[in-house]
Antibody
């Protein structure tokens, strides 16, 4: 069975940092693009960014470029989202997504 | 904010059919493959369709999709109460160099 599990969400003040982790199993992780998607309260899905199979190519939505960094560790079947200089508008449920399946999400709240 | 426009909601009785449109442009749907996702609030979203009209294993044939020009359509036949969810189209935009989800459509089974 495909399993994707996110962790690391929580409450952080504006300007702070948070690192999300995602661990996957049940499929060939090293052959899969991995993507982070978020959903702000009452809003639709928004693509945050993606990383290719080797971790050599990364793509980001304009609003997080320069603040968020995606990385992956294929030995650990894991992908990460380092979020710096967080803003109130980054408040959302963050999902880790692969073609075979998505996680349940982890809530990030940016508030003073 | 999205470059892909969907109707906010559609509804039909159990057993009936609904279609959801996704309107884009030449730099996204007109150039790149479309996927469709089902999202029940509080759960993990699920990909229903990839490459415009292909279903991953385990997705029932009641779900079908097509792409024509700068628009795409998802159809759900034999509507069931379990189909009540939000549905999103998604594709890459080659001009903006970013992936976009549609605005989302809420399906209600009457």
């Amino acid at each position: 069975d495909v399993q994707v599990v996110e962790s690391g969400g929580g409450l952080v003040q504006p300007g702070g940092s948070l690192r999300l982790s995602c661990t996957a199993s049940g499929f060939t992780f090293t052959s899969s693009y991995m993507t982070w998607v978020r959903q702000a309260p009452g809003k639709g899905l928004q693509w945050v960014g993606s990383v290719n199979e080797q971790g050599s190519e990364k793509f980001y939505v304009a609003s997080v470029k320069g603040r968020f960094t995606i990385s992956r560790d294929n030995a650990q079947n894991s992908v990460y989202l380092q979020m710096d200089r967080l803003r109130v508008e980054d408040t959302a449920v963050y999902y880790c997504a692969s073609d075979p399946g998505w996680g349940q999400g982890t809530l990030v709240t940016v508030s003073s | 904010q999205s470059v892909l426009t969907q109707p906010p909601s559609v509804s039909a009785a159990p057993g009936q059919k609904v279609t959801i449109s996704c309107s884009g442009s030449s730099s996204n749907i007109g150039k790149n493959d479309v996927a469709w996702y089902q999202h029940l609030p509080g759960t993990a979203p699920q990909r229903l369709i990839y490459d415009n009209n292909k279903r991953p294993s385990g997705i029932p044939a009641r779900f079908s999709a097509s792409r024509s020009g700068t628009s795409a359509t998802l159809g759900i036949t034999g509507l069931q109460t379990g189909d009540e969810a939000d549905y999103y189209c998604g594709t890459w935009d080659s001009r903006l160099n970013a992936y976009f989800f549609g605005t989302g459509t809420q399906v209600t089974v009457l």
